[in-house]
């Protein structure tokens, strides 16, 4: 991209948006205007593509209504996007996830799901090592 549009959309392009990829299950909460009132609505399905890059990026989510597939293309640095919830990560393996379009019932929602027990495992374990080492020193200061 020309230098000088990077430049100038730079203040324009969302800093704290949530890490997200293909695959992920996700919540987009959206600005809705009717008239003078604005509410949030949410929008959730399955991301199967994410295009573009800089102030120019979009993402597209897809999901099942009444039976009837539908798809939103969102851009990533929209202000009427409040925020956007990570509700499962995946462990696709494909930048797009198009063949979705093409399954009924619930295989079109299958994604293989990102494994987190071991996750979890890890930060359980490092939680009760910085415990134990904060127990010893806690008590040395008392004993002096």
Not at 17 to 46: A, L, N, W
Not at 47 to 56: C, E, F, L, N, Y
Not at 119 to 128: F, G, N, S, V, Y
Request: aromatic residues 4%; proline residues 4%.
């Amino acid at each position: 991209m020309n230098p000088i549009i990077t430049e100038i959309t730079a203040s324009q392009v969302k800093k704290d948006t949530t890490p997200f990829k293909v695959g992920d299950g996700v919540k987009v909460h959206t600005k809705v205007r009717e008239g003078d009132k604005e509410r949030v609505q949410i929008y959730s399905g399955i991301v199967i593509a994410r295009k573009g890059h800089g102030i120019h990026e979009t993402f597209t989510v897809r999901r099942i209504s009444y039976g009837e597939g539908v798809e939103r293309v969102f851009p990533v640095n929209s202000p009427n996007i409040e925020k956007i919830e990570v509700e499962r990560e995946s462990e696709n393996m494909k930048a797009r996830l198009y063949y979705l379009r093409r399954r009924t019932g619930k295989a079109a929602v299958a994604i293989k799901e990102k494994d987190r027990a071991a996750e979890i495992h890890a930060q359980h374990e490092a939680e009760k090592a910085a415990k134990a080492a904060a127990a010893p020193a806690a008590a040395a200061p008392a004993a002096s």
